[in-house]
């Protein structure tokens, strides 16, 4: 594996690397050599230009809405990227559209192999059918059963393996190299960070003065997308992640400047990772404005805000960006702020649950 961006920088700036302020709003003129190295792995904007142009025959432009309710709740102008309404029910499907329109034949008559809680399964089995190329998908036991059956429906093959992501993603990283399939991993692959960026594409085109954009993690490709956009284009656009309180590896990572592992407990399948991730850490460590962490009362209880205030149906990691609003905001008081609405697979099981935990 590559030494790490912030390990090469830490020697390039010969001391400790710190997450000092300064660090995360340096812009693209300041990097030094040693840092331009890791920008070839890197997306940029262009990439995600070229990326929207691929793609834009299999998605759909989301509609980004204003929704008043949710002004007087968080007393600021709040608007909703809907990928909840994106094909396949998230934003996922962007990346790995992109992703696949550009391997190359060979590696498309290999078969692909990824590992996944739903969503980006679906999004490379989806991929997968429409550049003729086999795709295996390990999922965790226990997967969201609407999501397992989605990505059986789009072709793929499904694998169980293990009780986490993780372990689904050692078994699919294994496999891959023993059977000789390409491994796609759902967050270390700029061509999956560059599709899923075009949506902030969207958000900053419509809304070019937007002051905050709050955007759930869970490997963090859809967050680096939104810091590469929002960066390129106005440096004042404050991007925020969120994670699950019980799923905090991101953030730790992200908090502390290296890869931590945490332990996993949410049921956001979204935001269900146990470990942060190394190219999404470089770009996030270098971009991400801040970090918040939301509690699983907080995301139940979002789900619901949404079905009421904004009539959409949302899963737990999608409703995750409304749940960081309500916590922070004081801080978001008058502001321009967008919620991303990643993704509406909730399972029947899970949206009961939390509709029969809330008073009437
Ligand atoms: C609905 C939803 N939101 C957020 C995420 C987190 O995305 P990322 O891994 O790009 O951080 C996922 C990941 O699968 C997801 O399915």
């Known amino acids: 594996m590559p030494e790490s961006y912030q390990g090469r920088r830490r020697k390039a700036k010969g001391g400790d690397f710190r997450m000092d302020p300064e660090w995360r709003t340096l812009d693209f003129a300041t990097i030094t050599d040693v840092e331009s190295e890791l920008m070839t792995e890197r997306p940029t904007l262009q990439d995600v230009y070229e990326a929207?142009?691929?793609?834009?025959?299999?998605?759909?432009?989301?509609?980004?809405?204003?929704?008043?309710?949710?002004?007087?709740?968080?007393e600021a102008e709040v608007y909703v990227k809907h990928e909840n309404h994106q094909r396949?029910?998230?934003?996922?499907?962007?990346?790995?559209?992109?992703?696949?329109?550009?391997?190359?034949?060979?590696?498309?008559?290999?078969?692909?192999?990824?590992a996944s809680t739903g969503n980006h399964g679906q999004s490379i089995a989806y991929a997968g059918s429409l550049f003729g190329a086999k795709a295996i998908i390990a999922v965790p036991e226990g997967a969201n059963p609407g999501k397992v059956d989605a990505i059986r429906g789009l072709g793929a093959q499904v694998l169980?393996?293990?009780?986490?992501?993780?372990?689904?993603?050692?078994?699919?990283?294994?496999?891959?190299?023993?059977?000789?399939?390409?491994?796609?991993?759902?967050?270390?692959e700029p061509m999956l960070i560059a599709g899923v960026a075009t949506y902030s594409l969207e958000i900053v085109e419509e809304l070019p003065d937007v002051d905050v954009i709050?955007?759930?993690?869970?490997?963090?490709?859809?967050?680096?997308?939104?810091?590469?956009?929002s960066k390129a284009v106005n440096p004042s656009i404050q991007v925020i992640g969120?994670?699950?309180?019980?799923?905090?590896?991101?953030?730790?990572?992200?908090?502390?400047?290296?890869?931590?592992?945490?332990?996993?407990?949410?049921?956001?399948?979204?935001?269900?990772?146990?470990?942060?991730?190394?190219?999404?850490?470089?770009?996030?460590?270098?971009?991400?404005?801040?970090?918040?962490?939301?509690?699983?009362?907080?995301?139940?209880?979002?789900?619901?805000?949404?079905?009421?205030?904004?009539?959409?149906?949302?899963?737990?990691?999608?409703?995750a960006s409304l749940a960081a609003a309500v916590k922070i905001k004081e801080r978001l008081r008058g502001k321009k702020v967008v919620l991303v609405a990643s993704g509406g697979n909730i399972s029947l099981t899970h949206l009961r649950d939390v509709l029969d935990q809330t008073p009437t």
């Not at 142009?53 to 980004?64: D, G, K, N």
């Not at 730790?252 to 190219?279: C, D, H, N, Q």
Request: hydrophobic fraction near 40%; aromatic fraction near 6%.
């Open 160 to 188: 169980f393996h293990g009780h986490a992501y993780e372990d689904s993603r050692k078994h699919a990283e294994r496999l891959g190299k023993k059977e000789g399939y390409r491994y796609i991993d759902a967050a270390n």
């Open 88 to 114: 396949l029910g998230a934003f996922k499907v962007r990346g790995g559209v992109n992703l696949l329109s550009q391997m190359s034949d060979e590696d498309k008559s290999r078969g692909v192999i990824s």
């Open 214 to 229: 709050i955007v759930p993690v869970g490997g963090g490709s859809g967050a680096c997308g939104a810091c590469i956009v």
């Open 52 to 74: 929207r142009r691929r793609i834009a025959p299999y998605v759909v432009r989301t509609p980004l809405h204003r929704y008043l309710s949710l002004d007087e709740l968080l």
């Open 242 to 319: 969120v994670q699950a309180e019980k799923a905090p590896a991101a953030y730790r990572s992200w908090k502390e400047g290296r890869i931590v592992e945490a332990p996993m407990e949410t049921s956001a399948e979204g935001l269900a990772t146990r470990m942060g991730y190394e190219l999404a850490q470089d770009i996030l460590g270098q971009l991400l404005d801040d970090f918040v962490l939301v509690s699983e009362d907080g995301m139940d209880q979002a789900v619901v805000l949404h079905l009421e205030k904004t009539h959409n149906l949302m899963e737990h990691a999608g409703a």
